[in-house]
T-cell receptor
Framework: GAGVSQSPSNKVTEKGKDVELRCDPISGHTALYWYRQRLGQGLEFLIYFQGNSAPDKSGLPSDRFSAERTGESVSTLTIQRTQQEDSAVYLC?????????????FGEGSRLTVL | DQQVKQNSPSLSVQEGRISILNCDYTNSMFDYFLWYKKYPAEGPTFLISISSIKDKNEDGRFTVFLNKSAKHLSLHIVPSQPGDSAVYFCAASLNSGYALNFGKGTSLLVTP
């Protein structure tokens, strides 16, 4: 597609439920990133995929968070047993290469609200 | 621990005047700095960047200044236009790596 596509754009869920967020990167982009932005905060790095290399999961806040990526295409971020503090906008970005030198293209984000 | 700080949550400027957005960082190992712009309900878009080997980078109406000794950078927009109204995020990377450290953003309002 023309840009990074994320779904759903909005998700309201009850505490304790699992949620799945999807990201379709720009075709041909080998690097994919997940960030989140909680209210009043900056963007917080979560996880990074680059080609077939092992992902960098160092930003995931707890073991309730996991992400997968199939090859160089779609990625899914899963949050298990959601908590209210998980409420945030989850942003996916992709880039041609793995360097954060300005070529990150962000999707519009998935807004998650945990009641 | 916030390594990139934008201490002004908001800024209001008249159209045609200069907008100056400030950013401070704590990690002296950061070597690449970027500004992103974000409109409501959209993802951030890259605006301008600067490497630590430079102290200024200019792109049209946008100029970024870097003061490494003060660990401070600023974004100047001149002349400001109403379409510049957005949230501006400062970001920094380590060894030009892939993980960006973002500030909390400054909301700029340019009034006609």
């Amino acid at each position: 597609g023309a840009g990074v596509s994320q779904s759903p754009s909005n998700k309201v869920t009850e505490k304790g439920k699992d949620v799945e967020l999807r990201c379709d990167p720009i075709s041909g982009h080998t690097a994919l990133y997940w960030y989140r932005q909680r209210l009043g905060q900056g963007l917080e790095f979560l996880i990074y995929f680059q080609g077939n290399s092992a992902p960098d999961k160092s930003g995931l806040p707890s073991d309730r968070f996991s992400a997968e990526r199939t090859g160089e295409s779609v990625s899914t971020l899963t949050i298990q047993r959601t908590q209210q503090e998980d409420s945030a906008v989850y942003l996916c970005a992709s880039s041609l290469a793995g360097l954060a030198t300005g070529e990150l293209f962000f999707g519009e984000g998935s807004r998650l609200t945990v009641l | 621990d916030q390594q990139v700080k934008q201490n002004s949550p908001s800024l209001s400027v008249q159209e045609g005047r200069i907008s100056i957005l400030n950013c401070d960082y704590t990690n002296s190992m950061f070597d690449y700095f970027l500004w992103y712009k974000k409109y409501p309900a959209e993802g951030p878009t890259f605006l301008i960047s600067i490497s630590s080997i430079k102290d200024k980078n200019e792109d049209g109406r946008f100029t970024v200044f870097l003061n490494k000794s003060a660990k401070h950078l600023s974004l100047h927009i001149v002349p400001s236009q109403p379409g510049d109204s957005a949230v501006y995020f400062c970001a920094a990377s380590l060894n030009s790596g892939y993980a960006l450290n973002f500030g909390k953003g400054t909301s700029l309002l340019v009034t006609p």
